[in-house]
């Protein structure tokens, strides 16, 4: 992955908006974010997003941050608003099936990468949540803690999370003996508790060791 342009900095006291500035006055002015949910949990999909925020003013997001530090509801309100004013936006959703098959790493890696090639409008730079992704076609930085210092990044969470989190209900609905609705599939007490007393459902990832004790089999 590439370093900021030669000459470019980002203060500490940039805000949200800072990266995606100091990389358009070098020239690069569709800046991406991505960013994955649903990596650390057992159960359910896993879903990336990606997303090109306008300048200015039209891309300043009411309320945007990291999606984990925003309510429910508030994470709604600011996905309608991401997607309202994004220049382009894609979410993609890779089954229990493929985590499983794949693997925890590889499945994000892929996600992430698949998220920036379906964006309408293609990056001239993105900005990574945390660490570098390769095979991307363009240049990009891994921001530490990104998802709470970049808007691009923030924005690409609240996608992620929310389609995550819509998805989680929906399971919820098939499979109820697990409260999917509460902990979106995440190793919560609760969730523990139904894995002992029912064993796996269907859509649990099958090479998490908590789910294969579950399931009688060796870890």
């Known amino acids: 992955m590439s370093l900021l342009p ?9 805000g949200l908006y800072g990266y995606e500035r100091a990389l358009r006055r070098h020239g690069l002015e569709a800046v991406a974010g991505v960013d994955e949910a649903g990596r650390g949990a ?13 300048p200015g003013r039209s891309g300043i997001v009411p309320g945007l941050a990291d999606s984990k530090l925003l309510t429910e509801k508030a994470r709604e309100r600011c996905y309608d608003q991401v997607v309202r004013r994004a220049v382009a936006w894609s979410v993609v959703v890779v089954s229990h099936e493929e985590c499983d098959r794949l693997g925890m790493h590889v499945a994000n890696i ?11 409008v293609p990056a001239d730079y993105v900005l990574t949540d945390g660490f570098p992704v390769d095979g991307l076609g363009v240049p990009g930085l891994a921001v530490w803690k990104g998802d ?3 808007a691009c990044i ?3 969470s609240v996608l992620a ?20 609705k ?3 599939g995440y190793i919560t007490d609760t969730h523990t508790r139904a894995l002992e007393e029912h064993g796996p459902s269907p859509v649990h990832r099958m090479r998490f060791v908590n789910v294969r004790r579950a399931a009688g089999l060796s870890s």
């Not at 999370?161 to 999917?180: E, G």
């Open 161 to 180: 999370k929310v389609t995550r989190d819509r998805l989680m209900r929906d399971l919820d609905r098939d499979w109820p003996a697990y409260d999917f």
């Open 6 to 14: 030669k000459g470019s900095t980002v203060r500490r006291d940039a």
């Open 42 to 54: 057992c159960a359910g999909p896993l879903v990336a997003g990606a997303c090109i925020l306008p």
């Open 110 to 120: 892929e996600a992430l990468r698949r998220a920036v090639a379906l964006l309408d």
């Open 182 to 184: 509460t902990h979106k």
């Open 148 to 150: 709470r210092v970049a």
């Open 154 to 156: 923030s924005a690409a």
